[in-house]
């Protein structure tokens, strides 16, 4: 929806809440550690996560 793959998006993620699924169709890169993780839930009419994007 936002971009194709292997794109990339800058964004910033606060943790404050709790969810069972955080969604796996991004990977969140930690520029600082290098630490990664799946987020985001997206398709073609859906785009949901905790990010802040940077557009």
Avoid: P, Q, W
């Avoid at 955080?22 to 073609?44: L, Q, V, Y």
């Amino acid at each position: 929806m936002l971009c194709k793959k292997e794109e990339s998006i800058n964004a910033h993620e606060f943790h404050y809440t709790k969810s069972d699924f955080d969604g796996d169709d991004f990977t969140a890169i930690k520029k600082s550690t290098g630490k990664e993780r799946k987020c985001i839930i997206a398709n073609d009419n859906v785009f949901a996560g905790c990010s802040h994007l940077h557009l």
